[in-house]
């Protein structure tokens, strides 16, 4: 019993010398609009112009790559507070092979942060993302993390069939949770937040799933394999949330 106290205060440690803590700072409004463009070439630049009262204004979106997808986005300090004296959006496309103009949705001024995907052979805009974007997204992520964690799984000594469907069931059920809960629920700024403590809700439920459902190995193995192969997860996740569009 005292050994399993010490253990899971030890994991409760790691996890609170890890966690994200808040900070004091200003912080910038959010994004006019965000427009993702998938496999854009490297010149591409978008631009909005729009009437802002009796002025027309144009404005650079700044561009975020990651993996196959770029993200432009939008901002402007005072849209928010002046957001009743924007209109006519049209959004201005400039690169080596294409040059063409589009009328921005007149919701852009009074929606909070709207989402776009722009295809540039169609020379359309269409509000979210790609239909296969979130599948593909997911099943990497949770593809490569139960790799990772197969082999903490191996290495601690489990063999049987049993054991691995055990292993895949949970796993499958609890990184789908995960991925889909962030990728769904998870404000772009917070993913982080969500990823963090959706994954001590994990660690939880495997460390109970696979102290009772494993019999190969004794209990404290399970345990300490729940505890490995979440603590690399975590790591994994982390970097996964980073290069990874979601």
Known sequence: MKNKVVFILLFVLIFSALMPRPAKADVAPPYIVTIVVINAPSDLELSARYTKGSVTETKLFQRKDVAWESKFRLMDYYFWRDYKLYSNGVLIVESKDYNFELPLPD????????????????????????????????????????????????????????????????????????????????????????????????????????????????????????????????????????????
């Open 107 to 246: 919701e852009i001024f009074y929606k909070f942060d709207m989402l776009y995907t722009l295809d540039l052979k169609s020379k359309t805009l269409t509000e979210g993302k790609p239909a296969w974007q979130i599948p593909v997204s997911v099943g990497l992520q949770i593809i490569v993390t139960l790799l990772l964690e197969g082999i903490v799984f191996y290495f601690f000594g489990y063999r049987e069939k049993r054991s691995w469907l055990v292993f895949l069931i949970t796993n499958l059920i609890t990184q789908s949770a995960l991925y889909i809960g962030i990728t769904y629920i998870g404000i772009a700024g917070y993913s982080i937040i969500y990823f963090w403590y959706g994954a001590i809700v994990v660690f939880i439920i495997e460390l109970i799933t696979f102290a009772l459902a494993l019999k190969e190995q004794n209990k404290w193995k399970a345990i300490g394999y729940a505890f490995f192969g979440n603590l690399l997860s975590l790591v994994l996740g982390n970097i996964l949330l980073a290069i990874l569009p979601f």
